[in-house]
């Protein structure tokens, strides 16, 4: 069986003016017709890749290829085979939402003929029909958001690049948006690359996920596998005496079953194959060690588990983006792939 690749990159790299690197010698893969979830925190390099994947960045060194077309050499030929949807809504307000696909399919250059049947189709698989002749700004948050799909969706693009597409919404509302993207990858059969800051949306949505950190690629998994490897138990314990933790962490490395521990502001998370078996052992050195136990619990591993065993942090912690990282952000932002 053959395997097409729609997105690749090989040893990718993006150094910033002021020497800072956001992305550090990345390869990488998303099968055709795969839904990609790309995690990381604030300043990781996961912006600055989806960027050079829709040609709003060149790489500094090393190639990306998108739908077989290279970012950097040929980009005209990636614009025209990709979607985009950007994480703020830049739907003009005052227009219909037919209005505003009618703008979107002109500038996308689709032909006249044509128009008025894709634009029927969008309306109606993102449920706006009713709405259609209805001002944007009288949408909520959920419509301005499929709306915004639709028309990344106008010109049939075989890869469709989704950044951070629930952001700010209620958590009824991403779950209908959660809807309509599954949707949209079954009828379109298309490739699907996202970025989020929830689990949950990844876990529900990607066939694969791929953390990044400082710049490089920390995992890549099914999320079911990413799970499976931590073991059957995820113990959280938090302490008293946060000066303390460095001490009870070396202690709890040495046992057995204990695969990673990971420890921040009096948290410590400690990932065992057999929970059950070593709670017992992290009280018994907590006692000798004179370290106060405020609570403790052993849960199945989530997502969130996974990405705190690679980073060491939670996917909200993390500082705000490089001031050149916001500067290119803050020039690139508004154009359109």
Sequence with gaps: MIVVQSIETRSLKKIYNSNTIAVNDISFSVEEG????????NGAGKSTTMMIL????????????????DVATEPKKVRQRIGYVQQEITIDEYLSGRENLLLHA???????DQMRGRIDELLELVELKEKQDDAAITYSGGMRKRLEIA??????PKVLFLDEPT???????????????????????????????YMEEA???????????????????TPKNLKNALGSGIITLLIENKIAAAG??????????????????????????KGAEVAPMIFSLSTELGVTIQSISITEPTLDDVF??????????????????????????????
């Excluded at 070396?250 to 410590?268: P, Q, W």
């Design 106 to 112: 002109r500038l996308n250059h689709i032909p006249k």
């Design 151 to 156: 028309g990344g969706l106008l010109h049939r």
């Design 203 to 221: 876990d529900r949505l990607c066939d694969r996920i791929g953390i990044i950190d400082n710049g490089k690629i920390q995992a890549i998994d």
């Design 54 to 69: 829709t040609t709003l960045l060149k790489p500094t060194s090393g190639s990306a290829f998108v739908a077989g077309f």
């Design 308 to 337: 705190i065993s690679y980073t060491g942090r939670d996917l909200r912690d993390g500082n705000s983006s490089s001031y050149d990282q916001k500067k290119e952000h803050r020039k690139m932002k508004g154009i359109r792939a």
């Design 34 to 41: 795969e839904i990609f979830g790309f995690l990381g925190p």
């Design 248 to 273: 009870l962490v070396s202690a709890i490395r040495k046992i057995e079953f204990v695969r990673d521990v990971t420890e921040h502001d009096g948290k410590i998370t400690v990932f065992s194959s």
């Design 167 to 197: 952001v700010g919404l209620d958590i009824q509302t991403r779950q209908k948006i959660w809807e309509y993207i599954k949707k949209i990858h079954t009828e379109y059969k298309m490739t699907i690359f996202l970025t989020t800051h």
